[in-house]
């Protein structure tokens, strides 16, 4: 089974959002795949990458990420 992170977003409003936070997760270091949900702000991020990295990237990018798994 492919490793996964599991995010909670919040502050996305717009589809443009999900294209702004769907690019910033995939510059992470060993990020493969990148799902990024509007409707239920859920992001889900296949790859190894440091489940840290992938919050710290969300925030820079002006919105707010928490770990779901
Ligand atoms: Mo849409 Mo989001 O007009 O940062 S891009 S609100």
């Not at 992470?28 to 440091?50: C, F, H, M, R, W």
């Amino acid at each position: 089974q492919q490793q996964t992170t599991q995010l909670l977003l919040s502050g996305m409003t717009c589809a443009s959002c999900v294209l702004k936070v769907e690019k910033a997760l995939a510059a992470v270091p060993q990020v493969e795949k990148v799902n990024v949900n509007l409707a239920d702000n859920s992001a889900i991020i296949y790859g190894t990458a440091s489940q840290q990295a992938l919050v710290s990237a969300v925030e820079q990018a002006g919105y707010v990420a928490e770990i779901v798994a």
